[in-house]
């Protein structure tokens, strides 16, 4: 009834269909197919799909949609963790009475399409797997995987058609939003196609397994008008993206910028031409400019006092003395706005930092420059509160910051070339996430939150 596999120093009775049918009966599981419930009952497909996710003694693992724990059973004892997201409350009592005797799986009762990914940084890099159900895959993939995302691998099983979907070529009729979405991201590979057999109950297709890791391209772009401008040119996949696309750019220069004829839809424009569309219609005047080297600081001392002016470039090569602002913005339910730096940044690129924060220019005093960083990294005019002063270390980069706070709760905007992503963080995801994995963040950002956090606490608000 069981067949049995050596794992991680223990045996694992692995489950076949007729146990898996057992265990759904004893807790009254019916199969939904509104719920895409399809249990692989595949012990061999199980294993072999567990082990394309490359799982290693220090991993964290985080599989949707486990059901009876098929997968699962293959990953505990070989990983650091193993988080299970389960939207059946029947079967997630079920994983947390049978996982109930190993520290290393936590189980949590929610729908995968809404599990709060940011509650995950702190285990990062995290590895993801899934038999995802056929009814929300498209929505679970989209919450863990869309950028940013501590995702670093996924090994994924759903419906032959949407992973082909996924993988499609322009110029063919699968090709759509979906593909440009993930192949702009991930470079996602179909591995093995398993039939309808391999689950109970039996689907009318056949799913593919599906590996998925970072892209690594170098492009910096607006990412969502990037999704805008593909969501728009397919709307109406057999018109011409001409009429689809907005009028603030000549569709006769770029298509001939392109290399493509004017007429082009949607369908026959590649990803590398959508992202080149997408750096032409940014009109955000710094989107090419993350900083430049020669922006004239003040030079100060250890008092703050003036002593000359030197480029930018100066500065940070001979760590002279120089002045900075950093604004922590919060938003109603007190969640902070972090932004990602981006790599072209000269300084923490791709790190965690402040909501906002530069250099003060010459002649600048802080109460100016903290708005002003403010409205030109987001976008964001609000008021700002001056809660500390901080002085200059190796640390923060030399600098005398200027620390403040302010209130916001609508839409961003950002240069790309400065900041790859703005995320609002709940304080003590952070502070969970800062105590383990410190490296995520840019120092200076590090010293500051500290002197905030300090301060709130001691006021208790």
Same mark, same amino acid.
Request: aromatic content about 10%; charged content about 30%.
């Given at each position: ?13 692995? *489950?076949? /269909? ?11 599981? *019916? ?7 399809? #249990? ?46 389960? #939207?059946? /409350? ?50 679970? *993939? ?11 691998? +996924?090994?994924? *099983? ?101 290399? =493509? ?117 987001? +976008? ?6 001056? =809660? ?17 706070? +302010? ?11 400065? =900041? ?42």
């Amino acid at each position: 009834m069981f067949d049995a596999v050596w794992i991680g120093g223990f045996d694992v009775q692995t *489950m076949i /269909a007729s146990d898996i049918i057992k265990v759904l009966k004893q807790h009254g599981v *019916m199969p939904s197919k509104k719920l895409g419930q399809n #249990f692989l009952c595949d012990a061999n497909v199980a294993r072999w799909i567990v082990e394309q996710l490359e799982p290693e003694a220090e991993d964290t693992v985080v599989e949707v949609g486990p059901g009876t724990g098929a997968l699962t059973e293959h990953l505990v004892g070989r990983v650091k963790r193993v988080i299970l997201v389960e #939207f059946d /409350a029947r079967l997630a009592e079920y994983l947390t009475d049978k996982f109930s005797d190993r520290d290393d799986v936590e189980v949590h009762h929610f729908d995968g399409a809404r599990f709060d990914v940011r509650t995950l940084y702190k285990h990062a890099p995290i590895k993801f797997l899934g038999n995802l159900p056929y009814s929300a895959g498209g929505a679970i *993939m989209r919450n863990f995987m869309k950028s940013p995302t501590p995702v670093v691998r +996924a090994v994924l *099983m759903l419906q032959k058609e949407f992973i082909d979907r996924i993988v499609a070529t322009h110029r063919t009729k699968e090709y759509g939003v979906l593909s440009l979405r993930m192949q702009s991201e991930w470079e996602s590979k179909p591995v093995k196609t398993v039939p309808p057999e391999a689950f109970h109950p039996r689907p009318l297709i056949d799913s593919t397994v599906m590996t998925c890791v970072p892209s690594g391209s170098a492009e910096v772009y607006d990412k969502r008008l990037f999704d805008e401008l593909v969501r728009r040119g397919f709307s109406q996949r057999r018109k011409q993206v001409k009429k689809q696309l907005p009028d603030t750019a000549s569709w006769e220069e770029v298509s001939a910028e392109l290399g =493509i004829p004017v007429t082009a839809r949607a369908e026959e424009i590649s990803l590398e031409q959508w992202v080149k569309i997408t750096q032409i219609y940014d009109e955000h005047p710094l989107k090419d400019i993350p900083q430049s080297g020669d922006e004239i600081f003040d030079v100060v001392d250890e008092n703050d006092e003036v002593l000359r002016q030197e480029k930018r470039s100066v500065v940070h090569a001979e760590n002279l003395l120089h002045r900075a602002v950093h604004v922590l913005v919060f938003n109603k339910k007190k969640e902070v706005l972090l932004q990602k730096r981006s790599i072209l940044k000269d300084k923490c690129p791709g790190l965690w930092d402040s909501s906002a924060a530069g250099h003060l220019e010459a002649g600048e005093g802080y109460d100016a420059c903290a708005p002003r960083e403010l409205k030109e990294e987001l +976008a964001i005019d609000a008021e700002v509160q001056h =809660i500390a002063q901080l002085k200059p270390g190796e640390n923060n980069g030399w600098e005398h910051i200027g620390l403040y706070v +302010a209130r916001y709760d609508g839409a961003l905007r950002f240069p790309c070339s400065e =900041i790859e992503h703005a995320v609002w963080f709940d304080m003590d995801q952070l502070n969970d996430w800062i105590a383990v994995r410190p490296e995520d963040f840019a120092s200076g950002f590090l010293e500051c939150w500290s002197v905030f956090y300090e301060k709130f606490s001691s006021y208790g608000e």
